[in-house]
Structures are given as structure tokens and as C-alpha cells.
């Protein structure tokens, strides 16, 4: 079945460090991809998607791009903050399913 | 403005007693949907509407219940049949069909 999958955290960085986050998918067919991001005690937020491949979404610094030949949407950022500090998560929807299809969640921390 | 509320943000109740969980959006979204979040855990899905009067199981239906009856509203009820029903519960609705999906605040559930 179709499946995504995060590395683990928590990630621990310093102010101003670069940031990947890893995002791997299975899927049978062409999914959109997202990253979501939840902040302490709140609900989750889109933080930026693409749906096709090549394609990049962008959004607040971070940028991530959904390689086919890899299967992958890696989120990254040039230079983290301590307010990036939260968990996010890579999804996927495949175009003939309502639902998306989430992975674990990674926890971020930043470190001033 | 718009956006999706869930009220109240935290609940607390004796086990053995059914407890609605409300949710409300003035997005105009046709699809909405509730999942449960456990501490360290991703998001898995409970149930899900895509229209007025109708709703799915998702993959934890076991314990709760659901109504649609108004564009608007999609109330949860966690019954006496759920075991673990202290956790997370987030609301989220979107376009029919999207992978977009918007967030409300979420409802922290504690059974004692």
C-alpha cells in the first residue's frame, strides 16, 4: 500500500544552522506531496506542497522537492530559527483517494 | 475570518461517559475530517465526510461516532466503547478532494 516515511527524531540544531528533514514515499502511481507543520499545542499547517514531479514548493525559507527517480520530498532550510522549532510531517493523496496518507512526524528543535 | 474552531480546547471526563467533541468551520468546505494524536505519534485518521449526511470510517473507527448534518459542523463523540480515549484530537477540513487540509486548534481528551 502506498506509505510515507520520516526520519526520526527529534532533530537538534543550532540558530542559523542548515536544515534537512528526510521524506520518503511508496505509492502506486503519481501522489501530491506535502509538509505540514504543528507547533506546540496546536493544530497543523500547511507549509507547502507540490504534485508533480521536479516540482519545488516553497514556503516561509523552506523549500522541498519531489524527486520520482527517488521517491523522495526532503524538506530543507539555508538557515533555521529558534521559532521553526515544531513538528512536521510529509504527506501524500494520490488523486482517486480522499485521504492522505501521513507519516510519523519528525520533531525539530532549535537551540538558540 | 475563516477558519475551523474546536471547542473546548481542553476536556476532562470519568470513563464509562460518552463526550462530544465539537467542530466548526465557516470555510464553506464540503470535506472534513477528525483524527487522533497520540504523544510522539502521527496523525491517524477516525472518520471523514465528503458531504452533507454521509460520513466513512477511517482507520480507527472502533469507539466513536460521528454526525453530518450541517455543512458546518462535524461533532465527534467518543463513546464508553473507546479504551484509550485520552489523546489528541484534531479536526481539519478542505475542498472536496484536495490535499489540502485545514487544521482547527484541537481538543486534548482526558479519561480518568
Known amino acids: 500500500g502506498n506509505s510515507v516515511t520520516q526520519m526520526e527524531g527529534p532533530v537538534t540544531l543550532s540558530e542559523e544552522a542548515f536544515l534537512t528533514i528526510n521524506c520518503t514515499y511508496t505509492a502506486t502511481g503519481y501522489p501530491s506531496l506535502f509538509w505540514y507543520v504543528q507547533y506546540p499545542g496546536e493544530g497543523l499547517q500547511l507549509l507547502l506542497k507540490?504534485?508533480?514531479a521536479d516540482d519545488k514548493g516553497s514556503n516561509k525559507g523552506f523549500e522541498a522537492t519531489y524527486r520520482k527517480e527517488t521517491t523522495s520530498f526532503h524538506l530543507e532550510k539555508g538557515s533555521v530559527q529558534v521559532s521553526d522549532s515544531a513538528v512536521y510531517f510529509c504527506a501524500l493523496k494520490m488523486i482517486s483517494n480522499y485521504q492522505l496518507i501521513w507519516g510519523a512526524g519528525t520533531k525539530l528543535i532549535i537551540k538558540p | 475570518d475563516g477558519g475551523i474552531t474546536q471547542s473546548p480546547k481542553y476536556l476532562f471526563r470519568k470513563e464509562g461517559q460518552n463526550v462530544t467533541l465539537s467542530c466548526e468551520q465557516n470555510l464553506n468546505h464540503d470535506a472534513m475530517y477528525w483524527y487522533r494524536q497520540d504523544p510522539g505519534q502521527g496523525l491517524r485518521l477516525i472518520y471523514y465526510?465528503?458531504?452533507?449526511?454521509?460520513?466513512q470510517k477511517g482507520d480507527i473507527a472502533e469507539g466513536y461516532s460521528v454526525s453530518r448534518e450541517k455543512k458546518e459542523s462535524f461533532p465527534l463523540t467518543v463513546t464508553s466503547a473507546q479504551k484509550n480515549p485520552t489523546a489528541f484530537y484534531l479536526c481539519?477540513?478542505?475542498?472536496?478532494?484536495?490535499?489540502?487540509?485545514?487544521f482547527g486548534p484541537g481538543t486534548r481528551l482526558t479519561v480518568t
Open positions: 465526510s465528503q458531504i452533507v449526511n454521509d460520513f
Open positions: 481539519a477540513s478542505s475542498i472536496q478532494g484536495a490535499g489540502e487540509q485545514y
Open positions: 507540490a504534485t508533480k
